[in-house]
């Protein structure tokens, strides 16, 4: 899914007003920030962090086991409404994907794709005269989830080999919670996750 792809927001279970309908001004807000604010400015943020989840994990698989490359390719991105007990927003930010991992076992190359969920919490808070700010909190373990896709390639290989190929999904979920989190921590990501909609407004008057 690329950056320009239409994004997939999750309204199952809200009622979801018809466009044009008239709405209040708090239903107003949490769309603004729901359509407009969270997906552009976290979303490749958080989608550039995967690219690295493997790097780091190498040394937690067995020497049989040898990772040559990797590739991530998100399919799914959900937006939910949550309660926050630090805000008055929050949302849910989950990615799915489906992550490909090219092992060598025993001299033999083996695709071994995995399947990564992962659910950020974001906390909004608003600021005068017209500033939201994102604060993504910190991912914990409980936040992903990978599971391993166990090709006909693997399956036909020794228990004991296999058993030895089990931590890898751990490795992986455990870089991702050190990836995003990095990333997280990133200033730049702090300033683009401030947004001065006033500023917007006024420049796109031409009266900034």
Known sequence: MSHDDEDHLDTEGLDEPAAGEEISYQTFGEHFIRYLVTVPRLRGEIEDALQATVEGSADALPNDLLVASYRFAPNEMEIEQRVSEEAEVGFTLHLGGLLTLSVKVMGVPVSLPMDVDIRIEIDVRTFAPLTIKLE????RNRNVRVTTQMPKELRALPTKLLDRANPLAIA???????????????????????????????NAMGTG
């Open 136 to 139: 993504p909190q910190k991912l």
């Open 172 to 202: 992986v979920a455990d870089n991702i919670v050190r990836q995003v989190n990095r990333r997280l921590e990133d200033p730049k990501l702090t300033e683009a996750a401030t947004i001065d909609v006033l500023a917007l407004a006024n």
